[in-house]
């Protein structure tokens, strides 16, 4: 009944601007959303400012933490790496079960603030553990003065604070993307565009967020004022936790769903139950639930599509569902209404993109670590004044912040043009393509200046400046803005109402095994080049190493992942969602 009166109050006030929103949002109170007291720029800009503060405190600890585990802690370049990218992992890992939460019972709002609570605990505990324990003698942690030995209390309260901050982060990061893009209503004209934008300027604030961590920061830790930096960090939290809060009477907001772990499982249950049953041709006769049932309040219905028949079966009504509906009786795990079948095929036809993009995260992850080490032991001094090799992630920002900006100005309006499809440039599908592509650039431009490298040093001539390495982070900047802003517009229209903070944990979940599978990578090239008279490719002292071969092996399975990748992008059908045009001609996804 509730759904009813929403229904009926956003139809009264469809064609007034100042009326409610049609996306079936609501308010903090629960009623639905008025358009011009809630949501809009006002919540999205207090969301992007949050976004940029909250990055700058993790880019605080992520950026240079391979330096900490190097100089502080006393590991060696490879297990460094390995445990940067096993952290990093983690991160992401978590964002399930942020998103989980999320979609499920707590809603978007509730999740972000919890998590962004833990967050702040987890690096007022690192700051504490590093200044009373982890710096001495006072100073250490630079290049010169090494640090003592640490007891494994010492160690384990380490690790239990960098994997609060893992938590707290990765439960946040998915929510507060989803949660900022529902502060505009897809099915109102200006707002679905200014949605849409949401994402570039989402991406932006987090580029921009960790800029002064890569610098101001990035240069204090470099010369061994840890605390200093972790506190600044955790300042900076403390600060994104209480301008998220001050927004709360603006939000907008969308009631959790349910467990989609059910609802999946239920599919595959009744689709199974009635694996002998005679389908008919098409989808007459398949049960569908109305569209006021409580259980479907705020979520749009998906209309079906061909594609996976065998789940089809659960929505078959058999003589058995007929007669539990006499009496009164529906069970979800009998009969399953086709909407909940098609958010099963939705997420299905998600997973083979979504596997493609785990080798980008691969090449991605090397920026917070072998780009760093291979910094390190370059020429890193103008004068007086030494560059931290941390710091050159600067010019990844720089090179996101100019080539959002280029796509969104230039090249989408001129794509457009060309495709003579008015507003609607290059495709989701499309964008994450060149990100591979630029990606496979990347790690040949970052190959080719470690050969050049490693000819100075063997020639023990005055070392290679750090400054060559702009070209690599360029690319790896300009092809995030293809790859990682594409798919998180893909996978938020992509995934059902119920699933939109799942689908930008997909997106977090791509980065995190593309850490672990870079930890693999790095784990199993060192143990297959290494031998008596070689000590591996990725050696303490990279000078007598060959860091190029594994830039250029990343360049070779960059280039294998795109060919898989055109072909499920050709393969993949879009989601439609009743009242709403998608395309759908997988055709038109990708052409090459």
């Not at 932006?204 to 800029?211: M, P, Q, R, T, V």
């Not at 997420?347 to 072998?370: D, G, K």
């Not at 059902?496 to 199993?524: E, H, Q, R």
């Amino acid at each position: 009944m509730a759904c009813l009166q929403l229904t009926e109050q956003q139809s009264k006030y469809k064609d007034e601007p100042e009326g409610l929103t049609l996306d079936g949002s609501v308010d903090w109170h629960g009623r639905p959303a008025i358009r011009d007291e809630s949501g809009r720029w006002v919540a999205g800009i207090i969301i992007l400012l949050n976004q940029g503060l909250a990055t700058l405190a993790f880019f605080g600890i992520g950026v240079n933490l391979v330096l900490f585990l190097t100089r502080v802690l006393g590991q060696n370049n490879a297990d460094a790496a390995n445990n940067v990218s096993k952290w990093t992992g983690t991160v992401y890992i978590f964002s399930l079960v942020g998103a989980f939460l999320s979609d499920s019972y707590w809603g978007r709002y509730k999740t972000c603030a919890i998590f962004q609570a833990i967050f702040v605990i987890g690096l007022v505990s690192l700051s504490l553990s590093s200044y009373v324990f982890l710096i001495r003698p006072k100073g250490c942690g630079n290049e010169t003065l090494e640090c003592g030995k640490h007891s494994s209390m010492e160690m384990g309260m380490f690790y239990l604070s960098i994997y609060l901050i893992a938590l707290g982060n990765g439960g946040y990061q998915p929510n507060i993307a989803t949660f900022g893009a529902d502060q505009f209503d897809e099915e109102h004209s200006k707002e679905s565009y200014s949605k849409v934008a949401f994402f570039s300027y989402f991406y932006l604030a987090l580029n921009l967020g960790s800029l002064f961590s890569n610098t101001i920061l990035g240069y204090f830790e470099d010369e061994g004022m840890w605390a200093l930096g972790f506190w600044a960090s955790a300042g900076s939290a403390f600060a994104a936790l209480v301008l998220f809060l001050v927004g709360t009477p603006r939000y907008r907001h969308f009631k959790p769903s349910g467990n989609p772990l059910s609802r999946f499982c239920q599919v595959l249950v009744a689709a199974s139950n009635k694996w002998r049953v005679q389908m008919p041709p098409n989808e007459e006769g398949l049960y569908d639930r109305n569209s006021d049932d409580s259980s479907t309040c705020g979520n749009r219905k998906i209309l079906y599509t061909h594609g996976f028949k065998f789940l089809d079966r659960a929505a078959f009504i058999s003589s058995r569902d007929l007669e539990e509906q006499k009496k009164g009786v529906n069970n979800p795990w009998h009969l399953c209404p086709i909407t909940q079948v098609e958010e099963v095929k939705c997420i299905l036809r998600l997973l083979p993109i979504w596997l493609c993009t785990i080798i980008y995260s691969v090449v991605f992850t090397q920026m917070a670590s072998l780009f760093v080490e291979q910094g390190a032991v370059m020429k890193t001094t103008i004068s007086n004044f030494r560059i931290p090799p941390a710091s050159m992630s600067s010019f990844d920002i720089i090179s996101v912040a100019i080539f959002i900006f280029l796509y969104r100005r230039v090249l989408d309006p001129l794509v457009g043009k060309l495709k003579n499809s008015g507003s609607k440039g290059l495709t989701e599908l499309q964008r994450m393509g060149i990100g591979l592509v630029i990606a496979i650039m990347a790690m040949v431009s970052a190959g080719i200046v470690e050969c050049y490298r490693l000819k100075y040093a063997q020639q023990g001539t005055s070392s290679l400046s750090i400054f060559w390495q702009i070209p690599q982070y360029a690319f790896i900047g300009a092809s995030e803005v293809f790859m990682y802003v594409g798919q998180l517009e893909f996978f938020n229209a992509q995934t059902p109402d119920g699933l939109k903070s799942f689908g930008s944990a997909l997106c977090m979940t791509s980065i995190s095994l593309g850490n672990y599978v870079s930890s693999l990578l790095v784990s199993m090239v060192m143990k297959i080049s290494t031998e008596d008279h070689m000590p591996g490719w990725i050696p303490g002292n990279l000078n007598k190493g060959h860091l190029d071969r594994f830039y250029f092996l990343l360049a070779a399975l960059t280039s294998l992942d795109l060919v898989a990748y055109i072909a499920c992008a050709r393969w993949y059908k879009c989601i439609q969602l009743e009242g709403k045009c998608e395309e759908n001609d997988e055709a038109d996804n990708f052409k090459v």
